[in-house]
């Protein structure tokens, strides 16, 4: 591998070999789990590339495959299980330069994968239109990184996952096959990019939905326990006639480490923290009161994203809860868990009442096939790996399904410990060498000259 005979190749793309600059992009927020921190610590690529266009990327690929390089792709860098990292050095392609919104025709923005997510939604606004699904790192994450890194966030309570059919309608991206090429992918043959941290293809461009503008309001309301606030978070995922884009419920002891929420907050309350629509407003107070909770707090949410002394809700929520905490205290780490559908709230007591002090629960609800269920981002004191593997080992004991945020694989990571096998036939395809985030899928076995490894 000749790093530098392949930068020689591609006078044409701009290139970073400053060490400190490097080093910084080769990072993500794996620092939120102690074993990541300990295995991907100190790891960085040799150099940067940063394209512009896809025929700048498609020359990368040709240089990458030329001369044995590996690639590893970033957007924003906001993922949090060292998607991100080079595990065997090489260039980081940094796609933010692609940052365009193309066109938009009949509810699908196409869109290019470096194009940061509140950026987008701004552009999108001037439309009447807006993205219908982010994650909490909005204001920093690119539109790529979300679909190749992430599997949902503000939005899923209406629209599921990333992989559910009709979140994701299309993309381009660039093979490193012997021959590399530019490819189209239209519906289910775009879901080879899903989650796949970069390693079936260079993402270029994406065709995702989108929907008419709503003006949401984020809602703060407070109930004297944990179990009172999930029944009633429970409820109001469940109505129909709710416009909404974000049910969270957090328990009492997570409220101190969220900035300014103890001064609206009354001790000792756990919060149901909401997204919706200006007419629903009055309708989820009086139903809160109904159910024995109090209105605490209500803002613009697009005015607290334009406001740089404001925070919006949201990043209160899914794994921003996570990062509010270290802020304060870098002693607990997290994990990710799905709660069954049936008996949802009977499961998140379960485990409460398992896990006691140990664990501050939060949950965040969501549609799954149809049905209202919730994702579960316990935060959790660190003791020892044993202990964290122990307490995995338990929520998945009671029917909780758990995407271990741990390890870096993606096969380690699924909740069913293995990929879909057209992910990997598309690596197959796409990728033999290897080349592209090599270590990330341990099933994958690179060619050499067209003889297995």
């Known amino acids: 591998m000749s790093v530098e005979a392949f930068l020689r190749d591609l006078p044409q793309v701009t290139a970073q070999t400053e060490p400190a600059i490097v080093k910084r992009k080769s990072r993500d927020f794996y620092w939120y789990s102690p074993a990541l921190k300990a295995r991907l610590h100190g790891l960085a690529a040799q150099a940067v590339v940063m394209p512009r266009t896809t025929a700048d990327v498609l020359a990368i690929a040709h240089a990458a495959r030329r001369h044995g390089v590996a690639l590893t792709v970033r957007g924003g860098g906001t993922g949090n299980y060292g998607q991100a990292v080079p595990l065997e ?33 701004r552009e999108l606004r001037q439309q009447g239109l807006e993205i219908r699904m982010f994650p909490s790192t909005k204001r920093t994450a690119s539109v790529g990184g979300f679909y190749c890194g992430g599997s949902g966030g503000i939005g899923s309570i209406r629209w599921g996952g990333l992989n559910n059919p009709g979140n994701l ?7 490193l096959a012997e021959q590399p090429v530019v490819e189209e992918l239209r519906g289910q043959d775009a879901f080879c990019l899903l989650h796949a941290y970069g390693t079936t293809g260079i993402v270029t461009e994406l065709d995702i939905p989108v929907e008419p503008a709503i003006d949401w309001q984020d809602m703060v309301l407070g109930f004297a326990d944990f179990a009172a606030a999930a029944a009633f978070g429970r409820l109001l995922a469940l109505q129909p ?7 969270s419920v957090v328990e ?3 409220v101190p480490y969220f900035p300014h929420m103890p001064d609206v907050v009354p001790p000792g309350h756990a919060i149901v923290i909401a997204m919706v629509a200006p007419a629903a407003v009055t309708v989820v107070e009086e139903l809160a009161r109904l159910h024995n909770g109090s209105p605490c707090y209500r803002a613009a949410t697009h005015e607290a994203e334009d406001n740089p002394t404001q925070m919006p809700l949201y990043e209160l929520t899914w794994n921003h809860t996570t990062l509010q905490v270290l802020k304060k205290d870098k002693s607990f780490t997290y994990l990710q868990c799905l709660h069954p559908v049936h008996e949802t709230l009977a499961s998140v007591a379960t485990m409460a009442g398992l896990l006691g002090d140990e664990v501050m629960f939060h949950l965040e609800f969501m549609n799954i096939g149809g049905q209202i269920t919730c994702s579960g ?13 122990e307490i995995i080992a338990l929520f998945r004991a009671h029917g909780v399904n758990v995407a271990n945020p741990h390890v ?23 990728d033999p060498l290897g080349l592209l985030n090599p270590g990330k899928m341990r099933s994958f076995v690179p060619t050499r000259h067209g003889v297995q490894a």
């Open 89 to 121: 050095q090489g260039v980081i392609v940094d796609m933010t330069d692609m940052n365009h919104l193309l066109k938009v025709e009949n509810g699908v923005a196409r869109v290019q994968a470096g194009a940061n997510m509140l950026a987008l939604d």
């Open 252 to 254: 009492a002891g997570l």
């Open 377 to 389: 981002l316990p935060v959790i004191r660190f003791t020892t790996q044993e202990r964290l593997d």
């Open 408 to 430: 870096y694989t993606l096969e380690e990571g699924s909740p069913h410990q293995k990929i879909p096998p057209a992910l990997l036939e598309a690596k197959k395809r796409n």
């Open 241 to 247: 006639g709710i416009d909404r884009k974000l049910v």
């Open 169 to 175: 309608l299309g993309g381009q991206l660039v093979t």
